[in-house]
């Protein structure tokens, strides 16, 4: 009897641990995920196929280049019309935006792009540091990731805004080597990376979403092979087989070929019928196409996420729903204005001080990147419409002076030719108007502007909440 409980007991707890380490097995599964950080990147060869082959790769990599380049910078500070125009002559004639557009685009589909400039020096004198005082730019070249290589040796100098950048760049020409000091280069390189790996290439945007982007093309190429086999004819031929090992192939091919004709330019469908014993049979199987559509669709919106771009950007789609797409697209001009700051900026700094550094010497130049956002006529009309009931609401209720108004709108962007002067000259030609009215008219009508009535506040406030658009 006691070892008939003793059994059962050890049978109790063996299942109980069975079941314990079948439930702890199954929760590991997530926990033994693991990310490998000896993982490799995605090779030069295979970034430069997608490029070629996936429109989505393509159009990741050229919308965000053109787009950071989409309006030229604005110049601020002590320079002139005049200046303006001899700058922006001698940037076209060295087409200084080709080289950011092809930097900028090599830099995000390889991860490293390289900018050097080409100088009246000596041929012997590209090895050393760069002389703006005596040396004038002749043009600009770009080269991309496996046609130059970075010197092992890095500077030293902690000091340096260079610290550990390598001294030089090779560049590999033909059968011929050029060595070139990094003054006379501007090198992008993607990623984040530590001092001791400062001389290794960077990395891909495509590097994290590679993943992503073949998961859909992949999506999208089997079901558009689903879509060619949704209607496929299946003809059971008696001796079918005894006609292959009998070597008659060929004849076997020609009569699925004469089917396929006839059916395709007649609807008409020819077929032995066989005997009795073994007649031919047809039948057609209809693939089903319930929630491909939806796949898609999740598909494209996992992409947008893993790009960094609203779908409305990426594919061309309108937002669903309630969503307006409004909010995607101001987060993608933020994201562009980010961009210009950390990749484009550091370009045009190089590249100025051979042109606008020369001809600005004793000038404080600073320039800024506009907003790429546009809205349309009709959202413009609108929203000047409401700015602008808003603010007369307020002005005439009391509540705000009418330059203050004026101010308010000129800020918001909705009055963008009006300056402070003509603000100035307004409000002087307001104070003047009321200076020439009766000593008594004007008394009253100014206490009327300055003590509104109170019965009237709560409803000249609902005017004005009501008429502002925030």
């Given at each position: 009897?006691?070892?008939?409980?003793?059994?059962?007991?050890?049978?109790?707890g063996?299942?109980t641990d069975?079941l314990q380490?079948?439930?702890t097995s199954l929760?590991?599964r997530?926990a033994s995920?693991?990310y490998?950080?000896?993982?490799?990147?995605v090779?030069?060869?295979?970034l430069l196929?997608m490029?070629?082959?996936?429109?989505i790769?393509?159009?990741?990599i050229?919308k965000?280049?053109y787009?950071?380049?989409k309006?030229?910078?604005e110049l601020?500070g002590?320079?002139?019309?005049e200046?303006k125009?001899?700058?922006?002559d001698i940037e076209?004639?060295?087409d200084?935006?080709g080289?950011?557009r092809d930097?900028?685009?090599w830099?995000?589909l390889?991860?490293?792009s390289?900018?050097?400039?080409?100088?009246?020096?000596?041929?012997?004198?590209i090895g050393e540091?760069?002389?703006?005082?005596?040396?004038?730019i002749v043009?600009?070249?770009?080269?991309r990731k496996?046609?130059?290589?970075?010197?092992?040796?890095v500077i030293s100098?902690?000091?340096?805004?260079?610290?550990?950048h390598p001294?030089?760049?090779?560049?590999n020409?033909?059968?011929?080597q050029l060595?070139?000091h990094?003054?006379?280069?501007?090198?992008t390189?993607?990623?984040?990376h530590?001092?001791?790996d400062?001389p290794k290439?960077?990395?891909s945007?495509?590097?994290a979403?590679?993943?992503?982007?073949?998961?859909f093309?992949?999506?999208?190429v089997?079901?558009?092979?689903?879509?060619?086999e949704?209607?496929v004819?299946v003809?059971f031929?008696?001796?079918l087989?005894?006609?292959?090992d009998?070597?008659q192939?060929?004849?076997?091919?020609?009569?699925?070929?004469?089917?396929?004709t006839?059916?395709?330019?007649?609807?008409?469908?020819?077929?032995?019928a066989g005997?009795?014993?073994m007649?031919s049979r047809?039948e057609?199987k209809?693939?089903?196409?319930?929630?491909?559509?939806?796949?898609?669709?999740?598909m494209?919106?996992?992409?947008a996420?893993?790009?960094d771009?609203p779908?409305?950007?990426?594919?061309?789609?309108?937002a669903s729903?309630?969503?307006?797409?409004?909010?995607d697209?101001?987060?993608?001009?933020?994201?562009?204005?980010?961009l210009?700051?950390?990749?484009l900026r550091?370009?045009?700094?190089f590249?100025?001080?051979f042109?606008?550094d020369?001809?600005?010497?004793?000038?404080e130049?600073?320039?800024?990147?506009p907003?790429?956002?546009?809205v349309?006529?009709?959202?413009?009309?609108?929203?000047?419409?409401q700015?602008?009931?808003?603010?007369t609401?307020m002005?005439?209720?009391?509540?705000l002076?009418?330059d203050?108004?004026?101010r308010?709108?000129v800020?918001?962007g909705v009055?963008?030719?009006?300056?402070?002067?003509d603000?100035?000259?307004?409000?002087?030609?307001?104070?003047?108007q009321?200076?020439?009215?009766?000593?008594?008219?004007?008394?009253?009508?100014?206490?009327?502007?300055?003590v509104?009535q109170?019965?009237n506040?709560?409803?000249?406030?609902?005017?004005?909440n009501?008429?502002?658009?925030s």
């Amino acid at each position: 009897m006691g070892h008939h409980v003793m059994t059962k007991k050890t049978m109790i707890g063996r299942l109980t641990d069975g079941l314990q380490s079948m439930l702890t097995s199954l929760g590991e599964r997530v926990a033994s995920i693991r990310y490998a950080s000896n993982k490799t990147d995605v090779q030069e060869k295979e970034l430069l196929a997608m490029y070629k082959s996936s429109w989505i790769v393509q159009k990741y990599i050229n919308k965000t280049a053109y787009d950071m380049l989409k309006l030229p910078r604005e110049l601020s500070g002590d320079i002139g019309e005049e200046l303006k125009t001899r700058i922006v002559d001698i940037e076209r004639e060295l087409d200084v935006y080709g080289i950011y557009r092809d930097a900028l685009t090599w830099a995000s589909l390889l991860g490293d792009s390289l900018i050097v400039a080409v100088t009246d020096c000596l041929d012997e004198m590209i090895g050393e540091p760069l002389n703006l005082q005596s040396e004038n730019i002749v043009k600009f070249l770009v080269v991309r990731k496996g046609e130059y290589s970075p010197a092992s040796q890095v500077i030293s100098d902690i000091a340096s805004p260079h610290f550990g950048h390598p001294q030089t760049y090779q560049l590999n020409i033909g059968t011929q080597q050029l060595k070139f000091h990094h003054t006379r280069c501007h090198r992008t390189k993607l990623g984040q990376h530590s001092i001791k790996d400062m001389p290794k290439f960077g990395t891909s945007d495509i590097q994290a979403p590679y993943e992503a982007i073949k998961i859909f093309d992949t999506t999208v190429v089997s079901t558009g092979d689903t879509i060619q086999e949704a209607n496929v004819d299946v003809i059971f031929l008696p001796g079918l087989n005894n006609q292959i090992d009998a070597g008659q192939e060929t004849q076997v091919v020609e009569y699925a070929r004469v089917m396929k004709t006839t059916k395709s330019s007649t609807g008409l469908m020819l077929m032995d019928a066989g005997d009795g014993t073994m007649p031919s049979r047809y039948e057609q199987k209809n693939a089903q196409f319930a929630g491909l559509s939806e796949v898609i669709t999740k598909m494209m919106n996992v992409l947008a996420g893993a790009l960094d771009r609203p779908i409305t950007i990426l594919f061309g789609q309108s937002a669903s729903g309630f969503a307006s797409g409004e909010e995607d697209n101001k987060a993608y001009y933020e994201t562009i204005n980010g961009l210009q700051e950390a990749r484009l900026r550091p370009m045009q700094d190089f590249v100025d001080q051979f042109i606008l550094d020369k001809l600005t010497v004793q000038a404080e130049i600073s320039y800024t990147y506009p907003s790429i956002y546009s809205v349309n006529e009709a959202q413009e009309a609108n929203r000047f419409t409401q700015y602008a009931t808003g603010f007369t609401t307020m002005v005439q209720a009391g509540f705000l002076p009418e330059d203050t108004a004026l101010r308010e709108m000129v800020a918001r962007g909705v009055l963008t030719t009006v300056t402070e002067e003509d603000i100035s000259s307004i409000s002087g030609a307001r104070n003047e108007q009321w200076s020439n009215q009766p000593e008594g008219y004007a008394g009253a009508q100014a206490g009327a502007a300055q003590v509104p009535q109170p019965a009237n506040a709560s409803a000249y406030a609902q005017q004005a909440n009501g008429g502002v658009v925030s």
